[in-house]
DNA sequence: AGTATCATGTAAGAGGTTACATGATTTT
DNA sequence: AAAATCATGTAACCTCTTACATGATACT
C-alpha cells in the first residue's frame, strides 16, 4: 500500500507555481480563462490539492497583503516540489499514455522546458515520436479489419482518431525541427 | 440534491450495449482491446458502473448459459435505458463540452447513428462544427497575445491545442459531406 | 497437474463535483 | 447602498483506482 501518488492536477499545479508562484485564487483563474488544461477551476478541488502540495511539503506558502487587498496565500515549490515535477516530467512515456493520456503527456510536454531544460525537452519529443509511430500502425490495422461492421458514426469516429493520431506525430516532428534550430 | 445523473461511463456502457447486449466480461475486453474510449477496463470500475444502471432499470440482465462456460450475465438496455441514452446523444453542444470534454463529444457521434439516427447525427454534426467556428477565434486570439511570453515548449503545446482544433473543424466537415452522400 | 482464460464481484481509500459559507474590498 | 470581485475554505456525496477474493472451464 504505497502512499498515494501526485496527481495530475497536483503535477498542473506544480508546473503552474514553478512558472510563477501563485495563489490559489489566481490559479482558478488560470484554469477558467485559459485554453491550456481541462481542469476543473473549482474551488471544492483547488484548495484541497494545493493543501495537499503543502502537507507533502512540495510547495510552501507565504502570507502575502499586497496593497489594500485581502490577505491571500502565495505558493512556491520546494526542493523537493521541483524533484518531484522533474520525475514526472522525465518518467518513460509508455504505450498506455499515448492510448489513454495524451492529455497529461501534453500537458507534461507544456511544462518540460522550465522543469527539466531543454535536452529533456526533445528527449520527451523523440520518445512520443518512437511511441506514436509504434502504435499507429494497430490503430490503423484496427481500422481496416472492423470498419466495415462499423454504424457510420462509428466507423467515422474512429478515423478521426487515426486522424489525431497521425496530426500528433506530424506536431511532434515540427517541434523537433524547431527545438533544433534553438 | 438531485439525484446523480448517468455518467460518461454508464453512457459508454449503454452506447456499447444497444449496438450488442453483453457481459460485463465482454464490455471490459472491448476496453482492453480496441482503441475506442478511454475508459478503464477494471472490474472495480465496470461491475458497480453495470449494477448502477441496473438499480435505475436503464438496463436489464438475463443469465446465460452457453455451452460448456461459466454462466454470465446478459444486460440489455430497457426502453427507458433507450431514452435515457438519447436524450445525452441530442444533448445541445455547448462551448464547454468543446473546450474541455472533447473526448466525451466524440464517445457520442460514435453511438448517435444507432442511438438516434441519421436526422440527430448530421445535426450534431452542423451543431459542432458551429461550436468549433465560434470558438476557435479565441484560441488563435489567446495564442497571438500570450505566445511570447510563454516558454517554447508550453508555446509549441497551445501551437498544438489550435491545430487540434482546426483538423477536428475539417474533420467535421469532411464528416457532414459523408453524410450528406448516404 | 498446473497455468491461462472466462467470469463476477467486494473493500478501502483517494480525489473530484456541487453546493454552501464567510468575509474583505472595489466598483457602480 | 448594492453588486461585483477578491479570496479561502468545508461538507456530503459519488465515482474511480487498486487490490483482493472466488470459482469454473480450457489448454498444454
Known amino acids: 500500500m504505497r502512499r ?21 485564487y489566481e490559479v482558478r483563474k488560470i484554469f477558467s480563462e485559459t485554453p491550456m488544461g481541462s481542469f476543473s477551476d473549482s474551488p471544492g478541488a483547488i484548495y484541497p ?8 511539503k512540495l510547495v510552501r506558502g507565504s502570507v502575502d497583503r499586497g496593497p489594500g487587498l485581502r490577505e491571500r496565500k502565495i505558493l512556491r515549490l520546494t526542493a523537493a516540489g521541483r524533484r518531484d515535477l522533474r520525475g514526472w516530467l522525465t518518467a518513460p ?8 493520456r495524451m492529455g ?5 510536454f507544456s511544462f518540460l522546458d522550465e522543469g527539466a531544460g ?4 526533445l528527449q520527451f ?8 509511430q509504434a502504435y499507429l500502425p494497430s490503430v490503423r490495422a484496427y481500422f481496416k479489419n472492423h470498419a466495415h461492421e ?5 466507423r467515422l469516429a474512429l478515423a478521426s482518431g487515426v486522424m489525431g493520431y497521425e496530426a500528433r506525430l ?9 527545438y533544433r534550430k534553438a
Chains 1, 2 share one sequence.
Open 150 to 154: 462499423m454504424p457510420m458514426s462509428a
Open 118 to 121: 531543454p535536452a529533456a525537452t
Open 93 to 100: 512515456i509508455e504505450r498506455a499514455d499515448v492510448v489513454s
Open 4 to 24: 498515494s501518488a501526485t496527481t495530475s492536477l497536483g503535477y498542473a499545479l506544480l508546473g503552474i507555481l514553478l512558472h510563477k508562484p501563485s495563489s490559489g
Open 104 to 108: 497529461e503527456l501534453m500537458l507534461r
Open 170 to 178: 506530424r506536431w511532434v516532428k515540427h517541434a523537433v525541427s524547431e
Open 125 to 132: 519529443l523523440q520518445s512520443l515520436a518512437a511511441e506514436l
Open 49 to 56: 490539492a494545493l493543501a495537499r502540495l503543502e502537507e507533502r
